[in-house]
T-cell receptor
Framework: AQSVTQPDIHITVSEGASLELRCNYS??????LFWYVQSPGQGLQLLLK??????RVQGIKGFEAEFKRSQSSFNLRKPSVHWSDAAEYFC???????????FGKGTLLTVNP | GAVVSQHPSRVICKSGTSVKIECRSL??????MFWYRQFPKQSLMLMAT?????????EQGVEKDKFLINHASLTLSTLTVTSAHPEDSSFYIC????????FGPGTRLLVL
């Protein structure tokens, strides 16, 4: 069965600091990996995805992630965090013909001024 | 591109009534849509997969007679919560599949 672990429930960073959100997955085949962001009371917005090819992927809002098969990880990074990045971040894994995703429990990001 | 809408954004209803939530893909066609439920400060729980022109596939533990799903066109899926009770109060989110899942803004349901 597929699963996603986001080890950090809550992270606080200062505005302008760098950010790394961790994601580890378990999947029986080559995974499709996603990062979504959710603001309070809102739906999810796709930040970036890895389907195949280059293991470093660039997303919207200056986010990037790297797929590391040997570590079963897909960590999200941003060089300089903005106050507007404060939100809940979800990592998800999927694949196969049914397009279903399994989500991690999320990491809440707080940005201090 | 890849915009998904949901209607209503929030709804309050009395216990025992039914509530219909619509999910629309505005600028693309989606043969597959998904319905999720999210409890406060928790992750998304997949309820069912909605396939255009066929019956929905429900996840284990989700009552298909309580959560009726209809995917009558390539741009519209509906979720009807029948005989709603207070424990059905939640945030319901749909997604539509193109090359990835694109999510709607969610519907907050409160059953009194």
């Amino acid at each position: 069965a597929q699963s996603v672990t986001q080890p950090d429930i809550h992270i606080t960073v200062s505005e302008g600091a760098s950010l790394e959100l961790r994601c580890n997955y378990s999947y029986g085949a080559t995974p499709y990996l996603f990062w979504y962001v959710q603001s309070p009371g809102q739906g999810l917005q796709l930040l970036l995805k890895y389907l195949s090819g280059d293991t470093r992927v660039q997303g919207i809002k200056g986010f990037e992630a790297e797929f590391k098969r040997s570590q079963s990880s897909f960590n999200l990074r941003k060089p300089s965090v903005h106050w507007s990045d404060a939100a809940e971040y979800f990592c998800a894994v999927g694949g196969g013909s049914n397009y279903k995703l399994t989500f991690g429990k999320g990491t809440l990001l707080t940005v201090n001024p | 591109g890849a915009v998904v809408s949901q209607h209503p954004s929030r709804v309050i209803c009395k216990s025992g009534t039914s509530v219909k939530i619509e999910c629309r893909s505005l600028d693309f066609q989606a043969t597959t849509m998904f319905w999720y439920r999210q409890f406060p400060k928790q992750s998304l729980m997949l309820m069912a997969t909605s396939n255009e022109g066929s019956k929905a596939t429900y996840e284990q533990g989700v009552e298909k007679d309580k959560f009726l799903i209809n995917h009558a066109s390539l741009t519209l899926s509906t979720l009807t919560v029948t005989s709603a009770h207070p424990e059905d109060s939640s945030f319901y989110i749909c997604s539509a599949y193109q090359d990835s899942q694109y999510f709607g803004p969610g519907t907050r349901l409160l059953v009194l």
